[in-house]
Structures are given as C-alpha cells and as structure tokens.
C-alpha cells in the first residue's frame, strides 16, 4: 500500500557556492505586487520570481532558467530521499513568534486525508497549469494543517533546533528560515508513518492543489509519484498565526447605510477600537467566539461597528447553522446582498493601509480573522468558504526548496 507521505529529492540553491541566500528567494506568486516584482528582479537574475513570475506567459523562460541553474550549480539536487524540518521566525506587532513544520511530499488521490476549504478561480488555476507543465516542478509548496498539536513534530524540532540548520536564509519581510535535512531511511519512514496517521486542511495553496491533480490525470505514468505534491505540514502551535482579510468594494446601494441600519446596530468607532476587535488569533483561540454576528466598515475617512440586532435575522436569511459562525460566509451571502457590493474586491491583512486602499465611493469592510478551530471543522464537513476567508502569516518563502519530475 501506497505511503500518504514520502520524502523526496529537493533542490535548493547551493549553500556551498553562495555565502547568503537572501537575495534569490521571494514571496509566493499571488502576494507580490509590482514594485515588490522590480525590486526583486534588480536582486539577481537567479532570484526565484524569475521562475514563478515570467513575462512570458507560456513559462518557457522559467523552465530554460531552472535547466540553466541546475547545469551551473546555482541550484544542486538532492539524490536520496529526504524530508526538511523548516522553521519561520518572525515578528508581528512587536512580539518575536516561531512556527516550524515539515516539507515533504503529499499523497493526493488518497480520499478524505486532506480537505481544502476555499473556493476557486480559473484564471490563476490557468496560469499554474502552464508554468507546471512548463517547468514539471512543485515549485512551492502548499500549506497543510494537522487540527491538533502533534508531540512527535515538537519532539523532532526540539532535537534538530540544536544542531546548525544547512539553510539559513531571511526573506523581504524579515522573516528568518532555517531548514534541516533529515535523509536517514529510518528516520524518515519513522516521520512519515507518524505523520500519516492524522488527517489534514489545506490552509493555503488551493490553486496549486487542484492544479497538481489535473497534471497528474493528464500525465499519469511519466513521471514518478506524480500523484504526491510537494507540501509543507503544521500543527497547532503557539506560532500559528491567523490574520483577517478584510474587503474593499464599490457598493451600488446609494444609502447603504440605511439598509444595513434595519438589520444592525451601527456605531462610530475609533481606529483603535477597531484594531482590537480584528486583531490576529495565534494558536487556537481561547476566546470564546461571539454568537451575534458583527464586523467593520471604513467609509469617507470614518470607521464604524456593526453589531447585528437579534439572531433570528440569521436564522432566517442563512437557516444553516454550521454556516452562521463563519464571518466571511455571511458576509458574502447575507451582508453583500443587501447593499448590493457585487463580486468584485481588492482584499488587505493590514488595517493600517485600509486609507489608501479604500477609494473615493468605496466601503472597506472589516473582519475579525477566523479561527483555527472553525477552519477544522467546516472543512472536515466539506463545506467551502467564499475565497480570502483565511490567512496564515507568514506565507511560506519560495525558493526554499523545489521538488523536480523525476522519469
């Protein structure tokens, strides 16, 4: 029987040819704006962004860039199976937090083991079907999770964080990572094993996941394993870090306001009160989460709270329970009805650049992250939320490390 999860071969860039690696890893694809993009760029040529964003839309470049990399020795390849302890450091709002996981590779036609639990769209899904059968690469990893904190993955940290990781590097936003290779035989089917046990959630890498199975269906038996992709895994721990996603859009209902107000209590708020109430959630949330729905609003310079009046509004217009206790659903199926706020929206983490995002006639809505242990649970139902309904931060570095087709 098929392992659920199995070491792999990884390339990465050469630790032993280059002192620092700073300068050639980068953000993943869909967080990197266009100043962000250039900046990168003037780095090196060898900077990751050159693979995973190409003019070229047909990513012939990038896979001629990869080739050229690995004949050059700027990246080297691993030739025995392995799985990669990865450790983030980084800070948030002044406090120093740590989350740790390992990347290895993922079995994904194994039914009811992962569950994603964000929707998707076809041009980005489009996009990545051509760099991956361009390159025929995992180039970066998607993000797991295991609902519950795992001894053996602490266990594991606690002896490797002793020794000197063979990749150190900090990335664009000050995020140090470090990654330890672990390539004994035993060892690592003694992890994997472990790790096998436990069922898992997508929390990032929705995309690439429904693109990696549609170039396994249509590749089967030309490469080996292609039905595995490579994945970084977490467990719940203190450095689990959930931020909001809040929405900016053009609401076509004139008097908004006056519609909402049949519905909610509405209130001007301070900033600060606002900052308290969508702060990040590390770990899992110990607060108990409110039972009346409620969320922000930024609009001409002013921020308001709004709290709704009485449940039996949400009972009637979203009858599914299961539904109600998940903020961005209700928003998008209850809220944006009303006022009439359409589908399309420029989305921040960040309250503080909620002014300069929000234009002239524009609403920012404002919303509290959701917790970890909602994400579970719906997920393991196989419910879908609206997209943008979870962040984790920080993302995981690309350029770390890659994981090549083998024939």
Known sequence: MSSVIKGFKAAYYNVEKFN??????????DVISGAQLKALRKKSKYNFVNVILSDDKTYRRSAALVNEMIKTGVLVQDTKDAIYLYEQIFNFKGKEYKRYGILSLLRMDKEGFVSPHEFTLSAPKADRKRIISAVKANLSPIFV?????????TDLYKKYSKTEPFIKVKDS?????SVWKIDAPAEVKKITTELSKHKMVIADGHHRFEVASWYNSVNKGKYKNLNYLMTYYTDVQPGLLMLPTHRIAKVQTKDFFGKLSEYFEIK????????DKVKGIAGISRNKKSDIFEFGIYYNRVYYWLILKNRRILNKNIPEKMYQSLDTYVLHKFVFKIIDAGDKFNYTHNLNDIGKLTGTGEVAFLVKPTP???VFGIASKGVKLPQKSTYFHPKVTSGIVIRRFEK
Do not use: T, W
Not at 173 to 177: A, C, F, L, R, T
Not at 268 to 275: F, H
């Open 20 to 29: 620092n690696l700073d300068k050639f890893v980068c953000p993943p694809y």
């Open 145 to 153: 999770l295991v609902p519950k904190p795992l001894k053996f993955l």
């Open 173 to 177: 936003h000050d995020v140090k990572n």
């Open 268 to 275: 001007r708020v301070r900033k600060d009160y606002v900052a």
């Open 372 to 374: 970890a242990e909602v």
